[in-house]
């Protein structure tokens, strides 16, 4: 995997999305180019709900990650600056599908760009990984006390609870957790490329809703509170809400279409959410834009 290459899915690109009403079928991430129907949310009883294991009950890593700093044209804040982005642009909008890993299921969100957002419960609270457009790898992992950065396979930062940067030591102090987390996050996205999506009982999102709003409020204010990532924020803002603006849209409309479902007692179909395909033009247009924003930086 390259150095990392940060989520932004352009507006030309995510503009196409608001119109499709299907979620892509899971087929190889250099390939997909049809769409399938499905329906993510369904009435009914809430399911029993297995939670995924703590960090310490995961298995060792067969390779522990390096710990290591982020490339000097990598500002320290962008790890988790995307992560956010992300989050934001989903807002409250329901996940676009489950998918079963040795009886826990995982949620999915995917934007119209190809990046993706899986949550899992555990006892400790939920768990966020974060991948870019097109890779196994995660750039970001978050729990409830901690946010793993990765970069090519290396640990480059650890942010705690309150958005303070690790230095060096503590960091490798959490190497092992850290290579757990790389580790599953990697199983978690290979086996959500296969074909047998889930659908979520509306009583368990409606249940675990609550609480990943409450983390995303939560970095809500660590970002506001943290001079350096609020400077960094500062920087990027602009060039940030055009880019997500069609993305946050299509959320917006999704959650607004399940709280009318909702309102109604859950009666009638329920709503569909729609991901759009990522074709090979619009893959080389994020790659175009992306290349350019990289040079930006590089000068700045």
Known sequence: MPAHRFYRSAAALTLAALAVTSVSACRDDSARMAEVPFTPIVAGEAASVTLAPAVEALPTAQKRVTVTHAAPSQPVYRYVEDAYEMDEAFGDAPPDYGFDYGGVQPWVWRTAGDAWRMVEPTAYGERYYFYEPGQDDPYLVRDRDFAYA???????????????????????????WASRYYSRARALRQAAKRDDREQ???????RRQQRIEQDRQAWVQDRQRVAAWRAYQDRQDAQHRRELG?????????????RQWRERDYQGPPPRVAVAQQHKRDWQFWKRQEQARRERDRDS
């Open 150 to 176: 990765y970069d090519d396979g290396r640990l480059v930062n650890v942010f705690d609870r309150s958005g303070r940067v690790l230095d060096y030591y503590e960091a490798e102090r959490r190497a092992d």
């Open 200 to 206: 979520i009982a509306a009583a368990n999102w409606a």
């Open 246 to 258: 069609a993305e946050r849209e299509r959320r917006q409309q999704a959650s607004w279409a399940y």
